[in-house]
């Protein structure tokens, strides 16, 4: 039996702003600065000692797992690999591929795919999407324990509101609680960032009412599981104020490599 992985990299959207970049070229494996944007994902979880991943997949799924494959080398280590020394890191990140497009002739959204990928993952895993570029996060085995040990559902990273979300998705309570607000609210609202730690039993019943693993390929988007979770003080938060980038556009990328 496979070990179970600890991270989920959301990877099986069309890309539908990002055309035509995206006709032949799935939108993870587009080059910022010199890699594919994946793989810096792959790279900063390697750092933090987390080296076994879940990846979704859907439109052109089959280039994300030729470009990786199911052990992807992490030779020669850049500089952002160097930052952890103190971790103990392995020469390769073992992937496993979670392929709605082939099982289900499309993408889940990102409840239902993290639904089907379950099985797959361990009781605590971190999940991000494939589209951000987040070149300095530092995915800590102690962030990791932290949230193990807190017993909450879910905990998610929040950054300052880009232009392209300038209302932002959710508040930021003192004691570090997620805040589902209305958008009249006058508290403070901030993006999410896509990076989580998440426990399996949010993505369980009763919490969430798909069946385990998904077998029916059931769509299903990730903010009313969050909203509802949040209501019920089972989401905790924090600010992350580091580089931060939704490569939602063909400009936006353009911007990233110019920089």
Not at 26 to 46: F, N, S, T, Y
Not at 149 to 174: C, M, Q, R, Y
Request: hydrophobic share 40%; aromatic share 8%.
């Amino acid at each position: 039996m496979s070990i179970a992985a600890q991270a989920l990299i959301l990877a099986a959207g069309r890309g539908e702003r990002m055309r035509p970049l995206t006709d032949t070229c799935p939108k993870p494996l587009l080059p910022v600065r010199g890699k594919p944007l994946m793989q810096w994902h792959l790279e900063a979880l390697a750092a933090g000692g987390f080296d076994r991943v879940v990846v979704n997949t859907a439109w052109l799924g089959e280039q994300i797992e030729t470009r990786f494959r199911s052990d992807f080398s992490l030779q020669p280590r850049d500089s952002l690999l160097k930052q952890l020394s103190n971790q103990k890191q392995s020469d390769n990140l073992h992937i496993t591929y979670s392929h709605e497009g082939r099982d289900f002739g499309g993408a889940l959204e990102t409840a239902g795919g993290i639904a089907r990928a379950l099985p797959l993952l361990a009781d605590v895993f971190w999940v991000l999407a494939g589209d951000v570029f987040t070149p300095d996060f530092s995915f800590t085995q102690a962030a990791f324990d932290a949230f193990t040990k807190s017993g909450k559902l879910g905990h998610i990273w929040l950054v300052p509101n880009p232009p392209h979300n300038a209302t932002g998705d959710f508040g930021l309570s003192e004691d570090g609680l997620a805040l589902n607000l209305s958008p009249a609210a006058t508290t403070e609202m901030h993006t999410f960032s896509t990076i989580a730690l998440y426990r399996r039993e949010l993505f369980s019943p009763p919490h969430c009412l798909i069946p385990w693993g998904n077998p029916q390929g059931e769509k299903a988007p990730l903010a009313p599981l969050l909203r509802t979770a949040m209501d019920n003080q089972q989401i905790t938060a924090q600010l992350y104020g580091g580089a931060w980038t939704d490569v939602g556009t063909p400009q936006r990328l353009a911007q990233l490599n110019a920089d």
